[in-house]
Each structure stands twice: as C-alpha cells, then as structure tokens.
C-alpha cells in the first residue's frame, strides 16, 4: 500500500511539473504569435502608407500639388500608425521631403481637399507618435497656412507649436 501511494504521488508530481512546462510554453506561443500579429499588422500598415506615398509622387510629378499634398499627408498618417517607428521613420523622412516639394510648388489649394486635409492634419496630431515629427510637421503646417489660411487657422497653429 505505502508503494502504491508513494508512486500515486509521485505521478501527481511529475504531473504537476509536466503542466507547468506546457503553460510556460503555451504563453511563449502567445507572445510569439502577438508579435508576429503586430509585425503582420505594422506591414498591412506600411504596404498601405508606400502605396499612398506612391500615389503622392505621381500626383507631384504631373504638377497636381494639391493632390500631391493631401495624398502625402495620408502617407505621413499612415506611416505615423505603424507601431515600431524606427522602422518606417527613414520612408516618414521621404514622404515630409516630398511633401515640401509639393508645398513649395502649389499656388492654391482646391476647396474640395481643404476638409480632407484638415482631417488628415487632425488624425496625425492625435497619433501616439505624433512627437517624432512634431518639430519638422510644425513647419509644413506654417507653409500650408501661407497656401491657403483655411487649413489650419493661426491660432490652433500657434497652440499646436507652444
């Protein structure tokens, strides 16, 4: 009898460190999988923004500025949605030189893409990695202004800055 609950015990330890192992091993998968999960999503993110940002450079180099610029602040947003910054900063770098290229070039702003500009500006400042651009946005927001007063008014310019 003392054999037989000395193995019974045994078994249920061993047990015991076999289970343990396998939900040490089931969460590694876990956080294995949400990190594949987030590098799919940040892809899904970036692929969207390059296309954008294509878009952009098309609509630049048949001298549609306006179209160039609202198309480039999309990518810029999109880019700016992507969790491992680091990553899509050097393609973020681009697309805010191609935008200064666009801004310098456009006379005027059709009226049609005012509101989709504002609401792209909008979304970009409500982004968490909005802090990494905010200097270099600062001074496209200021060209954008000279271009046309109704995309961002001076005063949310001016609080936006300080």
Do not use: P, W
């Not at 040490?24 to 999960?37: C, G, M, S, W, Y």
């Not at 602040?73 to 805010?96: G, H, P, R, S, T």
């Amino acid at each position: 009898m003392g054999i037989i609950f000395t193995i019974l015990v045994g078994y249920q330890i061993f047990n015991k460190i076999e289970i343990k192992e396998q939900i040490h091993d089931i969460k590694k998968k876990e956080k294995e999988i949400a990190e594949a999960q987030q590098q799919l999503e940040d892809f899904a993110f970036v692929t969207k923004a390059s296309a954008t940002s294509a878009r952009a450079l098309v609509a630049l180099t048949n001298k549609e500025f306006d179209s160039s610029i609202s198309l480039s602040l999309k990518a810029i947003k999109e880019f700016l949605q992507v969790k491992e910054l680091n990553a899509a900063m050097k393609d973020i770098n681009i697309e805010m030189a191609n935008l200064k290229l666009s801004l310098n070039s456009c006379k005027s702003i059709a009226d049609e893409r005012i509101e989709i500009i504002n609401d792209t500006i909008n979304c970009i400042f409500s982004t968490a990695n909005y802090s990494f651009i905010s200097n270099q946005f600062q001074s496209i927001l200021i060209q954008l202004n000279k271009i046309n007063d109704k995309i961002i008014t001076k005063q949310r310019l001016y609080n936006r800055i300080n």
